[in-house]
C-alpha cells in the first residue's frame, strides 16, 4: 500500500497487481490516469499508447525537458507511430499554444527543470483540466519527476544525503501528495528519494526503475 511516509520502488514490485494509494484522495483526478516511466522508456510505452487509444488515440508530446526537444519529439513520433497511433501533435518547446484535446499526453525526458521553465502557467492549468476530463498523462524519467506538486530538481549525485546537496523545486502538481524519482536502480538513487521525502512533511515516495511503469487511476497503482 503506498501511503504518506513510505517509498515504494516499482523496480521491486513488478508483477504486482494494483495498489492502493491512501491518504490523499484529491491526488487523482477521477476520470484521468497518470502514466509514469522510470526513463530509458521502451516496453512500457506499449501499455501507455494502449490506455491512450491505440490507434484511435490523439497524443500531444511535450519535448520541453530535452535538451534538443525538436529530435526528442521526432523520436517519439516514430515510436507511438511504430505502435499503432495514427495522430500524433507536439507542443513546441516555449509556445504559448493552448493545449488540444487529445487522449493522451506525453512529456520527454531530459531536465524536468527545464520542462517547468518552458511550459507555460496556462498550460500547466489545461494540463490538470485534460487529466481531470479522462486524458492519460504520461512521461518518463524527466517527465515523470516532474508530476509532483513538489519536485526532486537534481543534485546527490553521489548518492550521498549531505546538506544542501538535493535540489527540490515546484513540480507540475498532477500528484499532489506523493514524490517521485527516476533511474532509481541504475544511478543509486533510493538515498535520494528518501532525502526529498524527509524535506517535504506528509508525502509518500514513489521510485521507478528504467522502464518500468506506475500506471495511477482512481486511486489504485498499477505496475508495468
Do not use: W
Not at 516532474?146 to 502538481?173: E, H, N, T, Y
Amino acid at each position: 500500500m503506498l501511503v504518506p511516509g513510505h517509498a515504494i520502488s516499482a523496480a521491486e514490485s513488478v508483477g504486482d497487481s494494483a495498489k492502493d494509494i491512501a491518504g490523499k484522495p484529491a491526488a487523482i483526478p477521477c476520470k484521468g490516469r497518470l502514466f509514469i516511466i522510470g526513463g530509458a522508456a521502451d516496453s512500457s510505452l506499449k501499455r501507455f499508447a494502449e490506455i491512450a487509444g491505440g490507434p484511435n488515440a490523439t497524443i500531444l508530446i511535450i519535448p520541453h525537458s530535452s535538451a534538443n526537444p525538436k529530435a526528442s519529439a521526432i523520436d517519439m513520433i516514430k515510436t507511438l507511430k511504430g505502435l499503432g497511433v495514427k495522430k500524433v501533435e507536439v507542443l513546441v518547446a516555449g509556445s504559448d499554444r493552448a493545449l488540444p484535446e487529445c487522449t493522451g499526453v506525453y512529456m520527454t525526458g531530459g531536465d524536468q527543470n527545464r520542462l517547468l521553465k518552458l511550459i507555460k502557467p496556462a498550460q500547466v492549468a489545461q494540463l490538470k483540466q485534460l487529466l481531470q476530463n479522462g486524458c492519460v498523462v504520461g512521461g518518463s524519467s524527466a517527465g515523470a519527476a516532474a508530476v509532483p506538486l513538489r519536485m526532486i530538481g537534481g543534485g546527490m549525485g553521489d548518492g550521498q544525503p549531505k546538506a544542501g546537496s538535493l535540489l527540490l523545486a515546484d513540480g507540475l502538481g498532477l500528484l499532489p501528495g506523493y514524490m517521485v524519482d527516476t533511474h532509481v536502480n541504475p544511478r543509486g538513487r533510493q538515498d535520494r528519494l528518501m532525502a526529498g521525502m524527509a524535506m517535504v512533511e506528509g508525502v509518500g515516495g514513489i521510485g521507478l526503475d528504467e522502464d518500468t511503469a506506475v500506471e495511477i487511476f482512481q486511486g489504485h497503482a498499477t505496475v508495468y
